[in-house]
């Protein structure tokens, strides 16, 4: 398939517009490199690349808290919709001490990228907090919830933006969402949010998306580099939503999980972690680093631990200059959004490790929440397998277009991955003009 349109001209000597606001964030910086290297191999108007380089509109909100000693503590909200072209921007709320808008603003075109590349008819957006949720009792997190939402009731809804769960948040986030959203417009409105608990609409399955998607991705790799799973083992970073499901399911297809890690610490068993075991010990309370049925393992090893498959599943640069080179890994999962720098990536494309680029790797969350939008929309809901068919069917054709465009044009998966997706986007912002 090549990366053309009819449409298109070529001018791409000044892709990146610099802007004070967001430059300063390494994230963005991160993000605006891979647009740029993505300006380098497809056709595509300087105008609208410009436009593509900055979010269309980003809100920062402070949320007063009053806390459960009776101090009102002030935390820093924001929300970036990065583009408004394709139908309501979509993406996910992430609580964590180190969001800022820079942050937020990559993550953010990154979820443009990834509807493009789905074909899913939504724009990119992210929001985030500046706390550590683990500090918060459940009244504070809800009373923080609630106000933000109230902040940035003047840009969401159900055809204009579309929150969903991610680092730091979840299902019951989401319901505080939902039912803030609904008692500001006097009626029930589930397709305000996705990831919701299904008692109020959610989607049988989205809570499992994400690592579903990200086990269909590295089982094709495999296919495709002829290794049998039941003789590869595999490396998880986070063991949180995604990091947990990526570990389940590999186990399920009889991929031995050698070694895994929180923030808390990492732990490692050469002849296998019982998943099931160390999933119930998580359940009731424990430290991930506490599992009786692993030894304890500094940090920085865990993403050295040779292994088949490598999966970062928790925060963004954790792959840069200093480790990319000492990786003994065959295939790299990207289950975190921008885990690997554009320095470490660029090494890493000599190293003959097979990439599976976050754009990719990650998009059955945004893939689910889609079906979880229409079925609230239409208020039909789908069987359980209907949506993990439908998953698996979006994951793979996906999964075969990038990899096609990559042997084809000799380009790096994370750039035929971009390239879809970003090219995606350009005509859609082609044919409607400047607006939005
Ligand atoms: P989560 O909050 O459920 O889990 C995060 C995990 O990362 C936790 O286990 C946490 O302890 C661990 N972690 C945090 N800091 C760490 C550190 N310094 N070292 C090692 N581990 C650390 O979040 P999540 O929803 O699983 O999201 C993880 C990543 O996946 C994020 O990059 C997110 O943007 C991306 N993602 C999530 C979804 C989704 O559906 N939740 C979809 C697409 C992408």
Known sequence: M?????????????????????????????????????????????????RMSLPKRAIVVSIPVRMDDGRTEVFTGYRVQ??????????????????????????????????????????????????????????????????????????IGPRMDVMAPDLGTDEQTMAWIMDTYSMKIGYACPEIVTGKPVELGGCIGRREATGRGVTYCILEAMKELNLRPAETTAVVQGFGNVGSV????????????????????SIRNLKGIDIAALTRH???????????????????????????????????????????????????????????????????????????????????????????WVQDIQQFLWTEEEINQRLRELMLRAFHQVRSLACERHLSMRTAALSLGVQKVAKEKLRRGLYP
């Open 282 to 372: 998580v359940a009731e309370g424990n430290l991930l680093k506490d599992f009786p049925g692993a030894e304890p393992i500094a940090p920085p090893e865990l993403l050295l631990t040779p292994c088949t498959v490598l999966v970062p599943a928790a925060l963004e640069r954790v792959i840069h200059k200093d480790n990319a080179k000492k990786l003994r890994c065959r295939i790299l999962a990207e289950g975190a959004n921008g885990p690997t720098t554009p320095e470490a990536d660029e090494m890493l494309n000599d190293s003959g490790i097979f990439m599976i680029p976050d754009v990719l790797c990650n998009a059955g969350g945004v893939t689910v929440s889609y079906f979880e």
């Open 82 to 155: 990065h583009s408004l072209t394709s139908g309501p921007s979509k993406g996910g709320l992430r609580y964590h001490p180190s969001v800022d808008l820079g942050e937020v603003a990559a993550l953010a075109m990154w979820m443009s990228w990834k509807c493009g590349l789905m074909n899913l008819p939504f724009g990119g957006a992210k929001g985030g907090i500046g706390v550590d949720p683990a500090q918060l009792s459940r009244g504070e997190n809800e009373r923080l919830t609630r106000r933000f939402t109230e902040e940035v009731l003047s840009v």
């Open 246 to 265: 990526v570990c389940q399911e590999l186990a399920k297809n009889g991929i031995k999980i050698v070694a895994v890690g929180d923030r808390y610490g």
């Open 2 to 50: 090549a990366v053309t349109s009819a449409l298109a001209i070529n001018h791409h000597d000044y892709p990146h517009t610099p802007n004070p606001v967001f430059d300063n964030s390494p994230t963005f910086q991160m993000a605006c490199r891979q647009l740029d290297a993505v300006a380098e191999v497809i056709d595509i108007d300087r105008g609208v690349l410009q």
